[in-house]
């Protein structure tokens, strides 16, 4: 089978993003399963490769993706040139936070013109991009808007668990009243879509509740009754195997010991914490409903540890397995 080609934005170029670009791609592992090219910076992959202390490898830059060699010991890296000398590793700054927006969006006219087969993507950091004058909350929304995704959602995949969510970055006090029937009958469709593309039969599906005890019968909140189990009886209408709404506080267990294919958690907190408690650094972001294929890390850009060689590149390597596998499901 034909190895895709996969692109990996570099990240945020002050943290850690470029560090683990430099020990994932160098990985005899990874160049078995994938062709990968950073769209990055080659001064900020030099230096990454300085920190990680990885010797013998030579950096490739390119214009296009064409003039990529995909040899062992070589580095292709789509070179857009923006990383300053003066940038100071491991602190919040504009500059940064514009590089790393120009990765995510070359990465996504490459996947859009089909120079590439998917992204998969470093960490960036929301005060840098927010400093540089995008108002997205993360990579998410921002590669909905530039692809014109609709009817998107974050799901997370690990060995043990895969969850969407319904409501992502938002303040708790603020997520009763972002959900509602017909956003919730989405995600459980897009997740039997999704799963079903991949695996060829049914996912089993469970809906977590919003409070304890999914709600206690209305004892202790009625969006259950009025939200959750609505947009859980109109879903299984269309032939979909889905079950809830299910007390949160048992429900990713049950997925865990293998009662359930995905679960579909109402914030991101619920779903995450499970998630990161069981697969921490394995676990892996995925952007479904969107015209292209992107994985990310499940970490944060790591300004505590940037520059001193620490950072564990095990997220990215998993998140480039998965681009790897959605790819050559496409």
């Known amino acids: 089978m034909v190895k895709p080609i996969i692109g990996i934005t570099m990240g945020d170029p002050a943290g850690i993003g470029p560090e683990i670009c430099a020990k994932t791609l160098t990985a005899s592992e990874i160049q078995v399963i994938a062709n990968c090219v950073v769209i990055g910076d080659r001064k900020a992959m030099r230096q990454a490769l300085k920190v990680a202390k990885i010797p013998n490898i030579e950096i490739n830059p390119i214009k296009k993706i064409s003039e990529a060699k995909f040899h062992r010991g070589t580095l292709d890296v789509l070179d857009l040139k923006n990383v300053s000398p003066r940038l100071k590793v491991g602190q919040v700054s504009k500059a940064a936070g ?7 969006e070359k990465a996504i006219r490459l996947a859009k013109d089909g120079k590439i087969d998917a992204i998969a993507t470093a960490p960036i950091n929301k005060e840098a991009m927010r400093k540089a004058g995008y108002k997205f909350q993360g990579h998410t929304e921002l590669l ?31 997520v009763s009243k972002h959900l509602d029937k017909n956003k919730i009958v989405k995600r459980i469709k897009l997740a039997h879509e999704t799963l079903f593309k991949l695996r060829e039969k049914k996912p089993r599906i469970g809906v977590a509740g919003l409070n304890p005890h999914a709600g206690e019968a209305g004892l202790f909140g009625d969006e259950e009754i009025k939200i959750i189990k609505p947009a859980v009886d109109e879903a299984r209408k269309l032939g979909i195997n889905v079950k809830g709404p299910i007390s949160p506080d048992a429900i990713f267990y049950l997925a865990n010991i293998g009662m359930f294919d995905i ?7 619920q779903g995450l914490i499970p998630l990161k408690l069981l697969s921490f650094n394995k676990s892996v972001n995925v952007t479904v409903g969107l015209p292209i294929i992107r994985t990310s890390v499940d970490h944060g850009t790591g300004f505590d540890i ?25």
């Open 263 to 269: 679960v579909i958690a109402m914030y991101h907190d």
């Open 144 to 174: 909905a808007a530039r692809t014109k995704a609709k009817n998107y959602a974050m799901m997370f995949v690990s060995d043990t668990l895969w969850i969407m969510l319904v409501t992502t970055h938002l303040p708790l006090k603020d």
């Open 306 to 330: 940037a520059g001193k060689g620490w950072a564990n590149p095990q997220s990215l390597f998993e998140a480039i397995k998965v681009a790897a596998h959605f790819a050559q499901h496409k």
């Open 98 to 104: 514009k590089a790393a927006i120009e990765y995510i």
